[in-house]
Nanobody, 123 residues
Framework: QVQLVESGGGLVQAGGSLRLSCIAS????????MGWYRQAPGKQRELVAV???????NYVEFVKGRFTISRDNAKNTVYLQMNSLKPEDTAVYYC?????????????????WGQGTQVTVSS
């Protein structure tokens, strides 16, 4: 069994910063790509940023230059540093991990999700 637990959300004024963390735990063989998604009220969940196991990153256009995704493989943790926050960044932010578990059933792993953390940006 694998768990992803996010933390770091909260209320911040526009222009402020927050750092989200997501820790994976459980019977983990390998954590492949990890990513952050968000879901605003009344909208579909959308990708924000991803990072591969060897550190390659990709961002959606609306966060480029403001958000930075990183990971610490030794701690099974992924981070999302969010700067210059805007009211439209308000959403529940979810961590996703493509994780190969023990015992190995599928070498490329399965997707696991955290419970989400609320980010609210006031104008």
């Amino acid at each position: 069994q694998v768990q992803l637990v996010e933390s770091g959300g909260g209320l911040v004024q526009a222009g402020g910063s927050l750092r989200l963390s997501c820790i994976a735990s459980g019977s983990i063989f390998k954590i492949n790509a990890m990513g952050w998604y968000r879901q605003a009220p009344g909208k579909q969940r959308e990708l924000v940023a991803v990072i591969t196991s060897d550190g390659n990153t990709n961002y959606v256009e609306f966060v480029k230059g403001r958000f930075t995704i990183s990971r610490d493989n030794a701690k099974n943790t992924v981070y999302l540093q969010m700067n210059s926050l805007k009211p439209e960044d308000t959403a529940v932010y979810y961590c996703n991990g493509r994780i190969t578990t023990l015992p190995i059933i599928r070498l490329d792993g399965y997707d696991y999700w955290g419970q989400g953390t609320q980010v609210t940006v006031s104008s």
